[in-house]
């Protein structure tokens, strides 16, 4: 045997002889991290995977608790936590330890939606008095990086991390405004999970057994979807036989499901208190679709989390675009209307109005504290059980007396008031449903009387009914109403779409 052939046998027998099973690293998700923040008062699932066979044993405060591995993946849930902290949790096997320290108990929210909730601190009103203030180690954040993906995932990227000038500047406004003021109420430490996307639509933040489930999501997402792929693919094929003269087509902005996948439900099963929301811009062109489709998007979500109806808070579409000098139709209108409908038809879901920080040249609107603020407040009221008032005036019946509309509303708190001047935003139609400019006045604390002298013979009125709506009734507890109709007339073209 030469030399060559020799060296190579001992090389193979060498890699035989000292090759070993290769056993599987004790790893968690990312969103278990130092510094983050375990929910209180529920059983808090901890997961990951190891080697089949293993033992995981979590030890936090006094508790043990130790699980098999089945497939390489493992799973327990620690009893009912208490707020507090800092502690270290510790994950063990019989060869591996891994430690997180800096570790709180509190509440735990996740905050997602499109652009306007992604909005950082940095580039909102007044940020750098408010970054100059944001150091709270009582208050912990964590981004889930943009991820788009076909099927599920298991795993996210991101740390937690605590909350200070640095870290505050690139995180959510809405999140931050949200968890600084809901922190100080309830006194414990409060973390947040920031997981949002610029422009996304709703469906691409829900499962694909979920659009599956409605035969209508089945027809118009998801076979639409496909539809939009083949024609791109056909178009695209065309283009590359072509002289390429013209721009080369671009394939559908979005696919159905693929941020559920990527960003949420790789989440799934943390223990969370809720979510807030911030989303409906990007389907305001199909509003009578979102009157399912947000509902829906809850429920999923829901469903998959396994914790019951968690409350979930979603923030109505701000005032955007032209102000109208008459009254007229408008899809954001409707979708404000979805998004109202979807708190009336679902337990522990709340919307926040923010009619007042609008913008009529820009859809984001740089004056996100009063949004964050509105939401820890409904988060008191509806998750905690707060008796404050948290929302704002809502319609609640109206009669017609003669040739008015009288309108009463529920959370009104101590009662209605206009602010600066006399009521705007009312109009009134009869018979003929066109609707005109209303005369409104404040008749009692819950009670607005609405008329017109072209309408004799009330049918219907609306309240704000616009994209940019131009209103002033708020309750003294400086809240504003949210903008709502009496009528179920048809939906316009545009809401259809």
């Given at each position: 045997m030469n030399t060559r052939k020799f060296c190579?046998?001992?090389?193979?027998?060498?890699?035989?002889?000292?090759?070993?099973?290769?056993?599987?690293?004790?790893?968690l998700p990312a969103i278990f991290s130092h510094n983050m923040v375990l929910q209180q008062g529920?059983?808090?699932?901890?997961?990951?995977?190891?080697?089949?066979?293993?033992?995981?044993?979590?030890?936090?405060?006094?508790?043990?608790?130790?699980?098999?591995?089945?497939?390489?993946?493992?799973?327990?849930?620690l009893r009912s936590l208490k707020a507090g902290g800092p502690d270290t949790l510790t994950v063990s096997t019989k060869t591996e330890t891994v430690q997180f320290t800096n570790v709180m108990v509190g509440e735990v929210w996740i905050c997602s939606g499109q652009s306007n909730m992604e909005w950082p601190l940095n580039r909102t009103e007044n940020a750098e008095a408010a970054i100059a203030a944001a150091k709270n180690p009582n208050l912990r954040l964590f981004t889930v990086r943009k991820t788009k993906a076909t099927a599920p995932t298991n795993d996210v990227v991101g740390t937690w991390v605590e909350c200070t000038p640095e870290t505050a500047a690139?995180?959510?406004?809405?999140?931050?405004?949200?968890?600084?003021?809901?922190?100080?109420?309830?006194?414990?430490?409060v973390g947040l999970i920031h997981s949002s996307w610029g422009g996304s639509p709703a469906e691409v933040w829900m499962s694909e057994q979920a659009l599956r489930a409605n035969?209508?999501?089945?027809?118009?997402?998801?076979?639409?979807?496909?539809?939009?792929?083949?024609?791109?693919?056909?178009?695209?094929?065309?283009?590359?036989?072509?002289?390429?003269?013209?721009?080369?087509?671009?394939?559908?902005?979005?696919?159905?499901?693929?941020?559920?996948?990527?960003?949420?439900?790789p989440l799934i099963p943390f223990?969370?208190?809720?979510?807030?929301?911030?989303?409906?811009?990007?389907?305001?062109?199909?509003?009578?679709?979102?009157?399912?489709?947000?509902?829906?998007?809850?429920?999923?979500?829901?469903?998959d989390w396994g914790q019951g109806d968690f409350t979930f808070?979603?923030?109505?579409?701000?005032?955007?675009?032209?102000?109208?000098?008459?009254?007229?139709?408008?899809?954001?209108?409707?979708?404000?209307?979805?998004?109202?409908?979807a708190t009336k038809i679902l337990p522990k879901v709340g919307m926040v109005v923010i009619t007042d920080?609008?913008?009529?040249?820009?859809?984001?609107?740089?004056?996100?504290?009063?949004?964050?603020?509105?939401?820890?407040?409904?988060?008191?009221g509806i998750a905690y059980g707060e008796r404050i008032v948290y929302s704002g005036p809502v319609f609640k019946e109206m009669k017609v007396r003669g040739n008015k509309a009288i309108l009463r509303f529920e959370h009104v708190g101590s009662g209605l008031e206009a602010r600066d001047?006399?009521?705007?935003?009312?109009?009134?139609?009869?018979?003929?449903?066109?609707?005109?400019w209303a005369n409104a006045k404040i008749v009692s604390k819950d009670t607005v009387e609405v008329s017109s002298p072209e309408v004799q013979q009330p049918v219907a009125v609306r309240f704000g009914w616009a994209d940019y709506p131009v209103v002033n009734l708020w309750n003294k507890e400086g809240l504003p109403a949210t903008p709502f109709r009496t009528d179920d007339f048809p939906l316009t073209t545009a809401g259809k779409k």
């Open positions: 190579f046998l001992l090389f193979t027998v060498s890699l035989l002889v000292c090759a070993k099973p290769t056993l599987a690293e004790l790893r529920m059983a808090v699932p901890v997961w990951g995977w190891a080697d089949d066979g293993d033992t995981v044993t979590v030890t936090f405060r006094n508790q043990k608790v130790s699980t098999k591995v089945k497939d390489g993946k493992w799973m327990l849930k690139s995180f959510s406004a809405v999140g931050y405004y949200f968890g600084r003021d809901l922190q100080a109420a309830r006194g414990v430490p035969p209508r999501y089945k027809t118009e997402i998801l076979d639409g979807y496909a539809q939009a792929y083949r024609e791109y693919e056909e178009a695209l094929a065309k283009w590359q036989q072509s002289d390429k003269s013209t721009r080369q087509p671009g394939p559908p902005r979005w696919r159905p499901t693929e941020l559920y996948n990527g960003m949420i439900a223990a969370i208190k809720g979510v807030i929301w911030y989303q409906g811009e990007s389907n305001a062109e199909r509003a009578e679709q979102y009157r399912s489709l947000f509902a829906d998007l809850i429920r999923n979500w829901r469903r808070l979603c923030v109505q579409l701000a005032p955007y675009k032209a102000i109208k000098d008459e009254p007229g139709e408008s899809s954001w209108a409707e979708l404000r209307e979805a998004q109202l409908l920080v609008g913008d009529e040249k820009d859809i984001h609107p740089r004056k996100k504290e009063p949004v964050g603020a509105r939401l820890a407040l409904a988060a008191r001047g006399n009521l705007k935003g009312f109009a009134i139609c009869g018979p003929d449903r066109k609707f005109v």
